[in-house]
């Protein structure tokens, strides 16, 4: 048992563990954000576009509850036992989800941009004199010094 204790302890103290507990820590703060940007910032004056609709209280009763519906909001209907299909929270979720993953599209792209792309592979033939690897547009190779021009 010592054996693995003594495993699970290195594994822990390796340096990717830990930046994987950090991001992951980071990323639930930010989600935390996300969802309030989705939920107080964008998602009311979209409902209002749409015709006054909050999208937090849009749900579809499947079967009642204690006190028989209709019920004015999902609060409602929760608290009388109601089984509901909750689609306007999906479709906060949903937007979240498209919120976050633009964010990290465009973080790993700057990222990206930040490093330099490797160098595309030069083009190569081989000297017919001595078998070496040259460019192609080599006019006399530079291992034997051959002429390489076609006439």
């Excluded at 054996?3 to 820590?25: E, P, S």
């Excluded at 509901?84 to 989800?97: E, H, K, Q, R, S």
Aim: aromatic share 10%; with cysteine.
């Amino acid at each position: 048992m010592t054996g693995f204790v003594q495993d699970f302890k290195t594994f822990l103290q390796r340096g990717n563990v830990i930046d994987l507990a950090v991001a992951f820590v980071i990323g639930a703060a930010f989600s935390t954000v996300v969802n309030s940007l989705v939920t107080n910032i964008l998602m009311p004056p979209l409902g209002l576009l749409l015709g006054k609709v909050d999208f937090s209280n849009l749900y579809l009763t499947l079967h009642a509850g204690s006190v028989p519906g209709p019920y004015p909001t999902l609060a409602a209907a929760q608290k009388a036992g109601a089984v509901t299909l909750n689609y306007g929270l999906f479709i906060n979720a949903v937007v979240g989800f498209i919120i976050i993953a633009l964010f990290i599209f465009s973080l790993v792209r700057l990222i990206n941009r930040l490093y330099p792309q490797p160098a595309a592979p030069v083009a190569s033939k081989d000297c017919p004199f001595c078998a070496s690897s040259i460019p192609l547009a080599a006019l006399r190779c530079p291992h034997c010094t051959s002429d390489l021009r076609v006439e």
